[in-house]
């Protein structure tokens, strides 16, 4: 059954701006700070919903515009939403696709109206309106959903960043009116790409609207790695406090330190997923790539200091023949590390923030470098 | 730790010429009839070792051609043998790679001494013996090692059948003298094509040389069905009452129904893993392709009689789009619900055979045709 309680945030403990929490959602609570896995097509890539759970998350992201596609959100809603679809009992976030839409490039045309673009799946012409998104997304019935953002990439000119910024307040404001599930939560985007002032302008405009979250959009889109930091240092504490703020798209597990430092709750990123699929596991102090030839009689697990179930049961060696044979499992077993990896790092970080040591983990878990092992 | 009791079948009901027992190894019981998942690069494709498991399946194949040449037999020794290796901790029957030799047409070249061939993974020429490959299997550290022997396809002139036959034997008396494990056992294997009694002259030559079991090898080749079913029906009886009988590569459902009703104890087949990954699930009276457009909307799983963790969790309309979009969960998916599929014919062929009602229940679960659901 559903639980109609309101959507919200409780905050618990702060550790400078870092804080943690629960964020309270009608299909399940999320301690924060809490990183989402991708499931874009309804399903977190190589991985099922146990594994999930296992991993430690409590919340994950589906893709509004990829599921509009195949299978249509009215196939979704038919199957009882999203979450019920997927096999998944806990909440769902559902992104807008407004970085969807910008990927698409030369396919796409975006005016003041909405976006017209074509399918990446069978090349048909696609118009949604910022009040269609969250129309959508009711039928999808996620728990959160997203209003549609113009996202201009990390190297867009000034004036290319101003107008995706004057678009987003007026869709932002377009969506609020658009009819929703009850209870169902929505969260507005803050652009402004790499000027501090220009995302403090945005989030003005928007924080007097009164969405249910707020999050920083468009980084992790090209721009330099301290570009990023810059803008979520200015502009994460500023965000509502009351609220919960949500940093989309990042990142590695260091940039997730460096934002939960500044008050961010909420986190998506493919690196976890996309990287296992590609032979690369997150470790502690650094990342190991499963296809190098010094693994090739390697006996120890993937991290020693991991306690998930591939590393429990194999070692580099069979993880490295698999990966070189093609194997399904490799992805499997390589997704379900990567997850927990992030899942205990966010376990961590709450932890530490309600021990008010959150700057020494901080410096203790970050990489002290990139390099590989 | 090592169990090294004999390794050996006892029989504890029959039905006709059914029979059902218990296979003891080294490495733990069989209970038989029993189908073996293939797990050809010591991994069995899209599943790990618990869902093997759970899908009823007690013992599994690797292929000694595949993991000879990666990851390379000494590196399988050093990490404990094949078994340990993937995580697995039953039996494993490896094949001898008579077959994969067949396979690779072109590159291949047989003499009495033995074959040399092109590794398909970098050309390399590679030679081995009927002792070598014993030998191989050594290292390997399988439950369950195969002779060498010549496979001529399903079209073969009755010459090279013939041929197959006389050094198959031959090949057959010398992996004898090659060293293997303390405890591993070696089975032989019979050919002869379509001819049942070429077949029956070729079980002469084998059966006093006292392996510890006997398989039916060139079977499912590109013969037609009738005339596998005639050899079958032939030579199943006739092999050795106290070892037990493999037929190799076979098969359907309904084809192990057959061939269990003749006295066959184990098989092998890609057909369950294989189909999986190519959305073709077997149910209760036929097949269903995932992929058809009649799915999109089922709520129903993929066969209602089944009570899988595939099935009990997830709908058609689900595992439809996860195939569509390519998700690796939908291999997986598949891949775990045909097992279980294969996994409960065999309990309830087994459970027949006690009841002595094996006629009756294969006539109630063969397919009224091999007709799509």
Wanted: hydrophobic share 40%.
């Amino acid at each position: 059954m559903i639980d109609i309680r309101r959507f919200g945030l409780s905050i618990s403990a702060a550790d400078g701006e870092a804080r943690t929490g629960v964020l309270r959602t009608q299909r399940g609570d999320v301690p924060t700070p809490a990183f989402m896995p991708v499931g874009t097509r309804a399903a977190v890539k190589a991985v099922d919903p146990d594994e999930v759970r296992t991993s430690g998350a409590s919340m994950v992201l589906a893709n509004t515009y990829h599921l509009m596609l195949r299978p249509g959100e009215e196939l979704v809603r038919r199957a009882g939403g999203v979450g019920r679809f997927m096999g998944w009992d806990g909440p769902v976030l559902t992104d807008s696709g407004g970085y969807q839409v910008y990927s698409l490039g030369e396919r796409v045309r975006i005016t003041d109206e909405g976006v017209v673009f074509s399918s990446h799946i069978d090349g048909a012409r696609v118009s949604v309106t910022p009040e269609r998104v969250v129309e959508i997304q009711a039928a999808l019935g996620s728990t959160v959903a997203m209003v549609l953002d113009e996202c201009p990439s990390g190297t867009a000119a000034p004036e290319d960043v101003a107008r995706a910024v004057r678009r987003t307040t007026e869709w932002a404001r377009r969506s609020l009116r658009a009819r929703r599930n009850e209870g169902q939560a929505l969260f507005a985007i803050i652009q402004g790409g790499v000027d501090p002032a220009l995302r403090l302008t945005h989030l003005g405009e928007l924080a007097p609207l009164g969405f249910d979250g707020y999050a920083l959009g468009g980084l992790s889109v090209g721009e330099p790695v301290p570009a990023m930091y810059g803008v979520v240092a200015a502009v994460a504490p500023c965000l509502p406090a009351d609220k919960p703020r949500y940093l989309m798209g990042v990142g590695t597990p260091d940039d997730i330190l460096e934002a939960v430092s500044h008050g961010i709750d909420l986190f998506d990123c493919v690196l976890p997923t996309r990287n296992a699929r590609n032979g690369q596991a997150f470790v502690r102090g650094g990342r190991v790539n499963i296809k190098q030839a010094r693994y090739a009689e390697d006996p120890s697990p993937l991290d020693p200091s991991c306690a998930c179930p591939c590393c429990r049961r194999f070692e580099r060696r069979y993880l490295r023949h698999l990966y070189q044979s093609g194997e399904i499992l490799a992805a499997r077993l390589l997704t379900v590390h990567n997850l927990t990896h992030y899942g205990t790092l966010m376990a961590k970080a709450r932890e530490a923030i309600r021990a008010r040591r959150f700057a020494a983990f901080k410096k203790e878990w970050t990489s002290p470098s990139q390099d590989l092992l």
